[in-house]
């Protein structure tokens, strides 16, 4: 059965901190995907960043960055130079090819309030 | 492009009642997703629906069902409600692939008093 886990329920930083969310799965799959969501105030998830199993390469878009790690069966994504409006909750979700997408097991989420 | 509605934004129901929920996903988009969202729970997965078939189903009582029409949108319906199943419900659809993200709408907050 797949599993993810967030082990983080709620992060506070002060503006400008960098700030990680971890997030560690399970998964008899060799064949998998995983996501990160995030859930601002208004309710709405946002897709965010989208990785398979074969590629362990890192991604970098703007201050965001996402370290995957199949040795640690980890997905973590960094915050640099936080801001106010990153304030949400984020999720992590994993998808194994023998389904799909549509039936995603998401983590319980990490609250993350950036102060000014 | 638009995205993902669902309506009603807010629905408020009694014990016992029964209650159907909507979602018109992108235009293009085949497969619907519905998800409940608890504080408790977090985001359970309850099926997902494509062209018209169900596809995969979480583990929900048979109380929640739902379909799928031939224009894509998708109906979810939960009969003999109980004060348990007062939560947002997400709807999300996404394109054919296996690897596709989820694109959510702002949910549906159901309140059973």
């Known amino acids: 059965a797949q599993k993810v886990t967030q082990a983080q329920t709620e992060i506070s930083v002060v503006e400008k901190e960098d700030v990680t969310l971890d997030c560690v799965y399970e998964t008899r799959d060799t064949t998998y995907y995983l996501f990160w969501y995030k859930q601002p105030p208004s309710g709405e998830l946002v897709f965010l960043i989208r990785r398979n199993s074969f590629d362990e390469q890192n991604e970098i878009s703007g201050r965001y960055s996402w370290n995957f790690q199949k040795s640690t069966s980890s997905f973590n994504f960094t915050i640099t130079a936080s801001q106010v409006v990153d304030s949400a909750v984020y999720f992590c979700?994993?998808?194994?090819?023998?389904?799909?997408?549509?039936?995603?097991?998401f983590g319980d989420g990490t609250t993350l309030t950036v102060k000014p | 492009k638009a995205g993902v509605t669902q309506t009603p934004r807010y629905l408020i129901k009694t014990r016992g009642q029964q209650v159907t929920l909507s979602c018109s996903p992108i235009?293009?988009?085949?497969?619907v997703s519905w998800y409940q969202q608890t504080p408790g729970q977090g985001l359970q997965f309850l099926f997902e629906?494509?062209?018209?078939?169900?596809?995969n189903k979480g583990n929900f009582p048979g109380r929640f069902s739902g379909r799928q029409f031939s224009n894509s949108r998708s109906e979810m319906n939960v009969s003999t409600l109980e004060l348990g199943d007062s939560a947002l419900y997400l709807c999300?659809?996404?394109?054919?692939?296996?690897?596709?993200?989820?694109?959510f709408g702002n949910g549906t907050r159901l309140t059973v008093t």
């Open positions: 979700a994993l998808s194994e090819k023998g389904t799909n997408a549509g039936k995603s097991t």
């Open positions: 629906y494509f062209s018209e078939t169900q596809r």
């Open positions: 235009s293009g988009h085949r497969s």
């Open positions: 999300a659809s996404s394109s054919t692939g296996h690897n596709s993200p989820l694109h």
